[in-house]
């Protein structure tokens, strides 16, 4: 069984588009995340969430937008796409905050 | 911040021979640290960790050397062999950011 499992694994858009990207964990962490990763492979924290507190890294843009429908999803929500948002997006989760993450496969957005 | 840095961006040795990848922190309040191998089309994968109580920790084949008075972190791979390739990136947690920083990640490739 899959940890972290993320859909879709490659998505391709047009601007202006508004996209979701899905992630569910069945490991009974209570934290989840989610990174971006550049091409140059920078992995940057996005947000993380569980069912106390969202922190949100204050670079990303209100365009953005995590949702947690329960414990074992974190659903990621991109508003009017652009073209500097293409990137790999990882979702990963860990028992508590700050300690081991682990990591879904990724989803290659491409917006064109 | 994003402050975990690392010496090496690429590393290239033969199939054998020992690899070892660097990286600097400067988050002095950190107390956990991880490596992560991550594979072209997957996401980063746990290879070990270490807490700030310890200076050196073993695995399979990997050990992780932790020095707090200088801030820096190494992974060193035995008998570094082709499935080693990978990107290879140091996080902290545990600090005052809560959520695992990760660093830029080195490109080890394996020479047969």
Request: hydrophobic fraction near 35%; proline fraction near 4%.
């Amino acid at each position: 069984d899959t940890a972290v499992s993320q859909t879709p694994k490659y998505l391709v858009t047009q601007m202006g588009n508004d996209k979701s990207i899905k992630c569910e964990q069945n490991l009974g962490h209570d934290t989840m995340y989610w990174y971006k990763q550049d091409s140059k492979k920078f992995l940057k924290i996005m947000f993380s969430y569980n069912n106390k507190e969202l922190i949100i890294n204050e670079t990303v843009p209100n365009r953005f937008s995590p949702k947690s429908p329960d414990k074992a999803h974190l659903n990621l929500h991109i508003n009017s796409l652009e073209l500097g948002d293409s990137a790999v997006y990882f979702c990963a989760s860990s028992l508590i905050d700050g300690a081991e993450a682990f990591f879904g496969q990724g989803t290659r957005l491409t917006v064109v | 911040g994003e402050n975990v840095g690392l010496h090496l961006p690429t590393l290239s040795v033969q199939e054998g021979d020992n690899s070892i990848i660097n990286c600097a922190y400067s988050n002095s309040a950190s107390d956990y640290f991880i490596w992560y191998k991550q594979e072209s089309g997957k996401g980063p994968q746990f290879i070990i960790d270490i807490r700030s109580n310890m200076d050196k920790r073993q695995g399979q084949r990997v050990t992780v050397l932790l020095n707090k008075t200088v801030k820096h972190l190494s992974l060193q791979i035995a008998a570094t062999q082709p499935g080693d390739s990978a990107v290879y990136f140091c996080a902290e947690g545990g600090g005052s950011q809560g959520n695992l920083i990760f660093g830029k990640g080195t490109k080890l490739s394996v020479k047969p």
